[in-house]
């Protein structure tokens, strides 16, 4: 086995060696941050095309509702109104209760470009406690679905 003693390494070749690996550690930072500002910017583009993509056809007067205190096995009555605010007839193609409590009605009908309509539904507690109950519209002029909601407490 040889034993290297004394071995003398200028200190400019050591330098010049560091320079040249944080130069390029540095380049490879400023390679990774343009890209990821870029897939940034890609991303957000693409969520705000979703956005607008997905604008309800529809105008909401209110989409959720506080309901306070209701009895146990109290049925009570929601209303949920709109105006159709497209440029051409809408027609609800399906509106669901997240559960059996809610049933919820609709109009069949189209909905004319300014007209205004309503959901109803009925929900009935079952059970005391605090709920939260949404309902799904969908619509002949959107892909997206729109969530209406209702709360509160059933004493």
């Known amino acids: 086995m040889a034993v290297l003693e004394n071995i ?53 007067k209110s989409t959720s509702l506080d309901l306070g205190e209701i009895k146990v096995n109290e049925t009570v009555d929601l209303s949920f109104e709109f105006t159709n605010s497209a440029n051409e007839t809408v027609t609800i193609l399906e509106a669901k209760g997240s559960c059996g409590c ?38 002949s002029a959107s892909t997206e679905a729109t969530v209406l909601s209702f709360k509160g407490t059933a004493i």
């Open 8 to 60: 003398n390494i200028p200190l400019t070749i050591i330098g010049d060696s560091l320079t040249q690996v944080f130069s390029a550690e540095s380049q490879i930072w400023e390679n990774n941050k343009f890209m990821m500002k870029r897939t940034f910017l890609i991303l957000m583009l693409g969520v705000t095309v979703a956005a607008i993509a997905s604008v309800s056809p529809l105008t909401w």
């Open 102 to 139: 809610t049933k919820v009605s609709y109009s069949k009908e189209e909905i004319a470009p300014g007209e205004s309509a309503q959901v109803t539904a009925k929900f009935k507690s079952s059970k005391s406690g605090t709920f939260r109950k949404t309902i799904k519209i969908k619509t």
